[in-house]
């Protein structure tokens, strides 16, 4: 197609790499025949809404599950196919989708709601942006659905954003306490398992609603998602393998299907940069490599210089030193020849104990405790989940920290950094 587009012949060039692009780009939402792998989550999903599409009341319902397992797709995708099959029952169904990471507080999500509602019906009377509080979008809400539904599902995804759960009291109460006619479905969707626990305390009984987990994807689902959307690719310029590839290695460290696709977007990248005709199992482990680095640098982001330098000293000590896990006192002593080299003043030993138990909560390391029996005390073994190639990386892009050495000169300086610690531990 690139190639016939008329017009000015600067941008006729032909994509050697990319047929459709687009089918691998972030926001792209697939269509329902590229949607695989997900079988049994659609059906688990169909069962608590499905009773809308016969005139019954839905079930309420949470879904779970970590970043990138189909949460929101496999939602969305659910209750459009409740409505289509409503509609054929002549049954008058609604879905709204509020995305509760913007619209994080009541108001703005009810004033979402009522808005959505307007354009898909033509309701008359005006609905004020702002100067007006919750319970007039609610009655905004009621009379719409009032009037022109007979059921309705509302996704709340990102639902631990906002800032209080009564939206879900009122959107579950709302026929009982004869607001509306309309049956009204909720599903909420969360990465935060620790939701459960602020929900049950809330609005226990009123929200009555089912559980499901959506598990990461392993190899072999990864691997037919990124085949279904092959067509992304010119045809034959993916290499044999590099899909399996691909979907091995995003299996092992995360099972998230937006994050396979991105690799697998950025090996074409860099295919193409390179001038190379074929997309190479070598391209897909330098993609993976960089999306592990955007990854770390993601959760690190909002740590602080400390935490930073600190987890710099523990990958730079695992460079240089022979043993995967290393002791606080160990790590900090590191971390004080690195202050030294940024002229950054240390924290002392229990400040940087406190920002390592931080980056053991973000889930880039581990840390165990060891014990030496009663006498000797037990103490803390620090690991990362990482490479700490990736980690050095990651560290080196916040601008001010970005004269620490390079991974290749920790490994030239590996004999002079283990001198000063020796050299501080002299002192300690
Ligand atoms: N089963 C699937 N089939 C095809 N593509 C999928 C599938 N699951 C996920 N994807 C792709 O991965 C992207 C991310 O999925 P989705 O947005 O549903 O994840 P999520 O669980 O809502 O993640 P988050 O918690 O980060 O919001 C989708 O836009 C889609 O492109
Ligand atoms: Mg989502």
Redo the contacts with the bound molecule.
Sequence with gaps: MSEQAGGDPLFQSHDPIFNRKELLH?????EED?????DD?IQSVAAEVGAITRGDPPNNVMIY????????????HVATRAQDAARSNDIDCGVLYVDCSEANTETRATRQLALSLKEETGYEEHIPLRGVGTMEYYQHIWGILQQCFDAIVVIL??IDKLDNSNILMQLSRAREAQKTDAYIGVIG???KIQYRETLDERIDSSFGHRELF?HP?DAS?LR??MR??EDAFQPSVLEDGTIELCAALAAKKHG???K??EILKEAGELARRTDSKLVAEDHIQQAQEVAEINRIEELTSGATVHAKLALYALASRIITGDRETYKTREIFERYVSICELVANDPITENGLYRQLKEQAFLGVIESEKTGGGRSQGSYLLHRLVTDPKHIVKAVRRDSSLEDLPTYDHLVERSNELQNRDADLSTFS
Excluded at 26 to 30: A, D, K, Y
Excluded at 34 to 38: A, D, P, Q, W, Y
Excluded at 65 to 76: V, Y
């Design positions: 972030v926001g792209h939402v697939p590229r949607i695989v792998g997900r989550e599950g970590k970043t990138g397992t189909g949460k929101s797709l496999i939602s969305r995804d990102e969707i969360s990465n959506f994807y689902q037919e998602i279904n959307r998230d299907a937006r396979a696709i």
